[in-house]
């Protein structure tokens, strides 16, 4: 992560909006020398605001950690079990 004065961020805006968007970085923007802003491409705050939902849901750490027990335990199904259970035929090719 970059950290630019205000002042650098306003002479260059066009290649800090640039350089956020191709590598999903971020530019920490600084006013008076402290910390004020922050720099992310769109990708990256669509990213980011994906993951808050998700980590939001009630009961989904629970849940993750049950699967990932499971599959440590050796509980797990595979594709014809699961498509026996689901009713899901094969597609024939």
């Known amino acids: 992560m970059r950290i630019i004065s205000i002042t650098d961020v306003k002479a260059k ?3 800090y909006v640039d350089v956020v ?3 999903r ?3 920490t923007i600084t006013k008076n020398g402290a ?3 922050v720099l992310i491409g769109v990708d990256e ?4 605001q994906e993951t808050l939902h998700w980590l939001s849901q009630p009961g989904l750490a629970e ?7 499971d599959v440590a335990a050796g509980r797990t199904y595979g594709e014809d079990e699961i ?3 689901y009713q899901v035929p ?3 090719r």
């Open 13 to 15: 805006i066009n290649e």
């Open 21 to 23: 968007r191709e590598t």
């Open 25 to 27: 970085d971020q530019i």
């Open 35 to 37: 910390p004020a802003a």
């Open 45 to 48: 705050w669509e990213s980011i």
């Open 63 to 69: 849940s993750v950690q049950q699967s990932e027990a």
């Open 83 to 85: 498509r026996a259970e």
């Open 90 to 92: 094969r597609r024939s």
